[in-house]
């Protein structure tokens, strides 16, 4: 039965039945009735041919199935159909309804075939895709129960760490304590140190003086006991002057070291005082530097020209009573180092302020009144003053505006142009020992710096008329003879 069955699905019977009865439609019309007849018959016979083979397949699965199997169906289906097929008159039911029955049934056996192969496709899909699913679900669940193993055993290590931190984190904080607090203990001995030391110098330097000072009481009181004390004398200064230095010889480094620091502390702290001072009434900053700069410098001019006068007083009074064995000059230095309080400061900061004044450089008239740092011309001129006494004695670099631009003796400010190489305006000036630069100046270097010197003024910087100054200076200074009747 299957090989008749295949040999009938390989020979496609249906398939050229309906191929026939195509063609036949298309030429219907155009055959004669002889051609239509025949090809009426040749379909009969082609339909019949294919019954035959159908009965044969219901023959021989009707004998697979035994003398019972198959009965009920034969009953049901083909009996009543045979009987049906010669009983029923031709007129109840046309050929074409028949021919569109069947049509339908093969339609709906064709498409019942197709949604069944469809439905089992899907469901074979569902089914993989339910499989690969559930293998991804069991892959994740063991992934997950290792990731929680493993946070379980990081917990656990994080736990054991953060303790351990904490107990290291106390006891760094502890010996932190403790290394402050012996910072602290070592801070205040090495404060303590410091001001014995400086006690040990000052000590040493009173030391030296008071020997020098009993060095020269000695060699009066054997000049005092000499038959001939005109020669003993000649004879005896010599060796004494370079054995006994003066006062002020002994502390020269001292006072050089704690002038230069005077000095620095100048320009670190009272002159971002003023600056901070004259913002509050000029808004131009390039102004105020320009001001204080010339402040400094005119302070300086005044302090010399008052140490001059001074030292020209102090030696006039003491030409007449000076007798041991150190020189003029040097014991008049020695007793300006002694009596710097004698220095009339006010006179000099009266002097620079009109000075600054009629200086065209900061503007003329004055945009605001120099008075308001007075307190720092009068430290300059005090530092000025006592940087004479040294030996040699402490300057200012000459400066002035559209100059061309020193490493050695001034830094650039923050706001200059690096590659500028002239000086626009200065903002402190350098400190001078001979031809050293012992502190750097401050200075702006912009292009077009020497246009800019130009519209303001090319003279450098310079005090007042020195002749004039002086004159103040006499009519406010006290006559030699009255210096030396309250001091010596």
Known sequence: MADTLRRLVNSSPYGVLQDKLEAWYKDYHVFSCDQNLNRCCELVELTSKIQGQLFTILNLTAQEGGHYSGVDTLKSRLLPWLGSCFTIAASSVSSDTSLSLIQESMEKDRKIRELSSAHESDLQKIEDRLCSTRIELDTVKQELADTQIELDSTKNKSATTLLATEDEILHLKAELRVAQDQVDLYKRKLDVLDDYERQVRILRDEVSFLTAEKTVLQERLVRSRSPSPLPRRSRSVSPVRGESPTRAQLTSSSRHARLVSRFSDLYATERLESQSLLRKYIDDLETVQRILFIAVMESFQAAKLAYRQFKSRVRKTLSSTHIGPE??????????????????????????????????????????????????????????????????????????????????????????????????????????????????????????????????????????????????????????????????
């Open 327 to 488: 020189s003029l000059e040097d014991a008049v230095v020695d007793y300006i180092v002694r009596n710097l309080d004698l220095y009339d400061v006010q006179t000099s900061v009266n002097d620079v302020i009109t000075t600054m004044n009629v200086n065209p450089r900061i503007s003329f008239p004055p945009e605001v009144d120099f008075v308001l740092i007075s307190s720092f011309i009068r430290e300059a001129c005090r530092i000025a003053f006592a940087m004479q006494t040294l030996d040699p004695p402490l300057d200012l670099a000459f400066s002035s505006d559209g100059e061309l631009y020193s490493d050695v003796k001034y830094r650039r400010s923050f706001d200059s142009e690096f590659t500028a190489p002239l000086v626009a305006y200065h903002v402190w000036p350098a400190l001078l020992e001979g031809d050293a630069v012992i502190l750097k100046g401050e200075a702006v270097t912009r292009r077009g710096a020497l246009w800019r010197s130009r519209s303001r003024s090319s003279s450098p910087v310079r005090s007042g008329s020195p002749s004039r100054t002086f004159m103040q200076s006499r009519s406010r200074s006290p006559s030699p003879g009255r210096l030396s009747s309250n001091r010596l």
